[in-house]
T-cell receptor, first 113, second 114 residues
Framework: DVKVTQSSRYLVKRTGEKVFLECVQD?????MFWYRQDPGLGLRLIYF???????EKGDIPEGYSVSREKKERFSLILESASTNQTSMYLC????????????FGPGTRLTVT | SQELEQSPQSLIVQEGKNLTINCTSS?????LYWYKQKYGEGLIFLMM?????EEKSHEKITAKLDEKKQQSSLHITASQPSHAGIYLC??????????????FGQGTTLQVKP
């Protein structure tokens, strides 16, 4: 059974704190993605990684960084959290090639106060 | 850049009724994904379509990709309250290569009244 897990379902942090969101997959997928979802804006890609230690910016990378030291784990880092980063964060994974399905984790709802 | 437009944005139907959600792309679709999302939760993969004219079904949900590969429809037969949620279409962006980077439509919110 496909499994993508995220470290927290709900998280509350203060402005200026460093925040780590972690995503783990057990499907041996090469590609991993971080999206944020906001009402009226839909899903927007923050960063993605197509291999260990490889990363590429998505559409809205400002204020975020990522780390992929192991194939199964992809971390999203908010260096200094701000209130405009309050959002639902979704991790996804996908195998290599156009025929592969893409699976999502349960999401982390982050509130920055 | 490629965009996906879903219609309608929201839908309220009586239990037992059929319904259709559409997803239209500004460019040719190389892979079209349908997801369902319950409020506050992650996306559940429903189906993926790749070939023009392809049709797939899962329980009472059927999705089709048109021959020109620029539009997909999701049809629910005899809707039930369990079908309620947000339906999103996603597509492999035209410049994404093999990485699978997806772009998404805005979503269609479905309510099913008992």
């Amino acid at each position: 059974d496909v499994k993508v897990t995220q470290s927290s379902r709900y998280l509350v942090k203060r402005t200026g704190e460093k925040v780590f969101l972690e995503c783990v997959q057990d499907m041996d997928h090469e590609n991993m993605f971080w999206y944020r979802q906001d009402p009226g804006l839909g899903l927007r890609l923050i960063y993605f990684s197509y291999d260990v230690k490889m990363k590429e910016k998505g559409d809205i990378p400002e204020g975020y960084s990522v780390s992929r030291e192991k194939k199964e784990r992809f971390s999203l880092i908010l260096e200094s959290a701000s209130t405009n980063q309050t959002s639902m964060y979704l991790c996804a994974t996908r195998g290599w090639g156009r025929t592969y399905e893409q699976y999502f984790g349960p999401g982390t709802r982050l509130t920055v106060t | 850049s490629q965009e996906l437009e879903q219609s309608p944005q929201s839908l309220i139907v009586q239990e037992g009724k059929n319904l259709t959600i559409n997803c239209t792309s500004s460019k040719t679709l190389y892979g079209l994904y349908w997801y369902k999302q319950k409020y506050g939760e992650g996306l559940i993969f429903l189906m993926m379509l790749q070939k023009g004219g392809e049709e797939k079904s899962h329980e009472k949900i059927t999705a089709k990709l048109d021959e020109k590969k620029q539009q997909s429809s999701l049809h629910i037969t005899a809707s039930q309250p369990s079908h309620a949620g947000i339906y999103l279409c996603g597509a492999i962006g035209s410049g994404s290569g093999n990485t699978g980077k997806l772009i998404f439509g805005q979503g269609t919110t479905l309510q099913v009244k008992p």
